[in-house]
């Protein structure tokens, strides 16, 4: 199978989401766009994973009544809600016309005959193609060690390692977690985990959490 676009997204992630709603913005015509994303939902505000996503069920209610935000969970967080601008459901891509492959991975790239392979097998060709596959975490095996497929070691960068530390908060209240990572990240899935009533420790490289943002940075 083939199929055809004038611009093409590799990466359904936030600045996917942010693009789709600019490219409607200037006027894209239907057909034109396509999204193709590895993951399985439309894109969302990646930032709330470590934040409201993490928080007790009464906790993330209490919280989205008394200041008004969505709750914490999907279709609630869609970009662009993240900048007080529309909610992208899949509908919203739907009715702009906007083609949505999710669950799929982009394989290979032709640049030159401008030639996308699919997981599915599928080929798809663009006029202009736009490169937003983020980031990732890194894996244990990437540090020497093994055992990422264990159900008790949760990664946090999509929506499904959110909900498998959702998952895994529920079956072991009162039990000891470790972060590993003093980052931005590390900090609020730490913070995240105490509310949950975990023991927390963290274990990062450097004498303080979030080194990096030190204000002696700044000179
Ligand atoms: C838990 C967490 C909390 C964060 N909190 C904050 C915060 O508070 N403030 C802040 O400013 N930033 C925060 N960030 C960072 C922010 O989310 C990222 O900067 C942002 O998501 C980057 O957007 P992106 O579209 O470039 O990449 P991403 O949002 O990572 O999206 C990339 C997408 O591409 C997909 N993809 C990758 N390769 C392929 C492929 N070959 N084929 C198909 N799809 C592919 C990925 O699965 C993903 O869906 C946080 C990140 C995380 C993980």
Known sequence: MERSFV???IGGG??????????????????????ISD?????YERPALSKGFLLPEGIRLELSVAFSFPPARLPGFHTCVGANEEKLTPNWYKEHGIELILGTRVESADVRRKTL??????????KFLIIATGARATRLEEIGITG??????????DLADATKLVTMMGKCTGGNAIVIGGGYIGIECAASLVINK???SMVFPGSYCSKHFQPSCLH
């Open 117 to 126: 392979l699919t997981s599915t097998g599928e080929t798809i060709t663009y």
């Open 7 to 9: 611009y093409v997204i």
């Open 198 to 200: 975990m023991h927390v």
């Open 148 to 157: 990422s497929d264990a159900e008790n070691v949760c990664y946090l960068r």
């Open 39 to 43: 993951e399985s939902v439309a894109p």
């Open 14 to 35: 936030v600045a996917a989401g942010y693009a789709a709603l600019e490219f409607t913005k200037k006027g894209v015509s239907h057909g034109e766009l396509c999204i």
